[in-house]
């Protein structure tokens, strides 16, 4: 079993967040670029940024994603949010010479099926105004397979870009969707009107906690072609409903797709977006869909 170090929560300066909360509640997909972690939040309209290494000390910097203000009340605010669930670090591209962020809706109703490419400056930094990416014609094909559409990671791994598919008690099924990369990168550039086809879309079985299935959350690539994914056991049988977290656990996934291992967290913490540390650690962030608590950055070695 995995034991979790607490390294902080992710803490706000009321007077940054348009409901004046003192923190952040709704982390999801987490990236690493340059000294910067950016957190996405599936419940708000800011992505979040903080220094990936030193006492974290500092607020959470809060950077406007899309415009306006979502409700207070928490069901219209579940019914208006754009879902972002992932985060991926893009490499460079046409008119991105050092890279991009690229934040992805769930696609688990249509107003969630959007995607922002945020360009990066040399240093990891936000840089410039983001594109706007319309992914319905993309989550089509996938809802055909996956009527409970639930893309919840992304990453590149390799010439591969992977959309992680959520499982859940209505639709077990858990799956890493893979597009070539270089396709994927023209088409968010802009420079190729359809969205690129899926390479293969890779089955696999993660287990369960007590009768309620492991699903995806997030992944990250690991050198030499595998990656590493976090799953939780959430009590809900649809891609909408919020249901209780009964476990969760990390997973390795090897360069020719297969299922490796899964190791379970100690606490059960629900793990929604993680991202490979320099030092040997796995960082991850938690969502415990109640906006009256603080996400929270941990951290395990890996073996």
């Known amino acids: 079993m995995l034991i979790p170090l607490h390294l902080r929560d992710l803490l706000l300066e009321p007077a940054a967040h348009p409901r004046g909360q003192a923190h952040l509640s709704a982390a999801s997909g987490m990236v690493q670029a340059g000294p910067w972690l950016y957190v996405v939040a599936d419940d708000e309209h800011h992505l ?19 415009p306006g203000d979502l409700p207070d009340d928490k069901d219209k605010r579940k019914k208006r949010k754009p879902d972002f669930e992932a985060l991926a670090l893009l490499p460079a591209m046409a008119g991105q010479p050092h890279g991009a962020l690229l934040a992805v809706g769930s696609g688990s109703k249509p107003n969630r099926q959007q995607a922002l490419v945020l ?16 992914l319905a014609g993309m989550y089509q094909p996938l809802a055909a397979d996956f009527p409970m559409l639930n893309i919840e990671g992304a990453f590149v791994a390799g010439e591969r870009f992977c959309l992680l598919q959520r499982g859940n008690k209505g639709d077990a099924r858990n799956a890493c969707v893979e597009f070539p990369l270089h396709a994927m990168l023209g088409w968010l550039a802009g420079h190729q009107s359809a969205p690129p086809e899926a390479s293969r879309i890779l089955h696999l079985e993660l287990g369960d906690v007590d009768g309620i299935p492991l699903g995806f959350t997030d992944g990250a690539a690991l050198p030499g072609g595998g990656w590493i994914f976090s799953a939780v056991a959430e009590d809900t049988r649809d891609s909408y409903t919020d249901g209780r977290c009964g476990g969760s ?10 299922l490796q291992r899964v190791q379970a967290v100690s606490g059960a913490p629900k793990i929604e977006g993680i991202a490979l540390a320099g030092n040997g650690q796995l960082l991850m962030v938690t969502d415990s869909d109640d906006p009256a608590v603080a996400s929270q950055l941990l951290a395990v070695a890996l073996a």
């Open 119 to 134: 360009p990066l400056d040399a240093e990891g930094g936000l840089h410039g105004a983001a594109r706007v990416v319309d």
């Open 249 to 258: 656990a990390i997973g390795w996934v090897s360069a020719d797709g297969k």
């Open 48 to 66: 979040g940024r903080f220094a990936a290494s030193g006492e974290f000390a500092t607020p959470v910097h809060l950077h406007r994603l899309v």
